[in-house]
Nanobody, 113 residues
Framework: VQLVESGGGLVQPGGSLRLSCAASGFTFSRYGWYRQAPEKERELVASISVVGGASDYAASVKGRFTISRDIAKNTVYLQMNSLKSEDTAMYYC?????????WGQGTQVTVSS
């Protein structure tokens, strides 16, 4: 199983970024994006079911972030708009199936002027 994230970087407050996570090795039933800021616990940002596309979001990102998936490409995206300095963190992709839960290596998002 391999999860490869991309799309992180440095952006000014109010800007946008789109994260991608390409999964390979198995099919998955649910994807999630988590983030971890320095000296803080990892937290769930958004998750989505592969079948049906039902999604949910952390209160702190609702209305600003959108999670989506491309079933054919085994890829999940996180569109992040109106970014704030408090969104600065390492963002991790997570994928779940009947065999277990899998993590990517993470991609850094820094929001700063």
């Amino acid at each position: 199983v391999q999860l490869v994230e991309s799309g992180g970087g440095l952006v000014q407050p109010g800007g946008s970024l789109r994260l991608s996570c390409a999964a390979s090795g198995f099919t998955f039933s649910r994807y999630g994006w988590y983030r971890q800021a320095p000296e803080k616990e990892r937290e769930l940002v958004a998750s989505i079911s592969v079948v049906g596309g039902a999604s949910d979001y952390a209160a702190s990102v609702k209305g600003r972030f959108t999670i989506s998936r491309d079933i054919a490409k085994n890829t999940v995206y996180l569109q992040m708009n109106s970014l704030k300095s408090e969104d600065t963190a390492m963002y991790y992709c997570n994928a779940v199936n009947g065999r277990g839960s899998y993590w990517g290596q993470g991609t850094q998002v820094t929001v700063s002027s």
